[in-house]
Every structure is written in structure tokens, then in C-alpha cells.
């Protein structure tokens, strides 16, 4: 398990990814916050930006406020940057 406040590894990710198992993300209300989460943690797995987005939603979740989704175009773009830098 991932202790509230600790940051996942790129270890346990991978980890995560490549047992194909459940986690729970949750926030106060289970739906802004963790659905941001969720879905910047599916865009560093590598999914795609719209399979993210469309799975997180089916869920019942995503992004609130403008901040939020500015926060997941960001970190899109950091995970592309550094995938680019890879090649």
C-alpha cells in the first residue's frame, strides 16, 4: 500500500502495471482530486490522454476546477518531453 502523503516510485508503478492490479485513489469526496490523480497516474503508465480521461470518467470521477485539468495538461507534457528525451 501507498501511505497517504507518500509518493509512489517509478518502481511501484511499474510494479502496478505489469501485475495489472486494483488501486484505490481517493480524496475527501472521491471525485476532483483523486480523478486528477488518477488520471496523471494513467498518463505516466502510458495511456493514452483520451483513454485516461475516458476511463476515470466511467468511474465517476475527474477533474473539477480549471486548475486540476491545467494540472494534468501539464504533467502530460512533461511525460511527453521525457519520453521524447528517451528516444
Known sequence: PIHSHAPMNATEKTDLNAKNEHILIHCMAGVG???T???ILLLALGYP???AYKRVKKIGSGPETKKQKDLID???GEL???QKMRI
Open 33 to 35: 482530486r483523486s480523478g
Open 37 to 39: 490523480y488518477a488520471i
Open 49 to 51: 490522454s483520451e483513454e
Open 74 to 76: 501539464w504533467c502530460e
Open 80 to 82: 511527453q518531453s521525457r
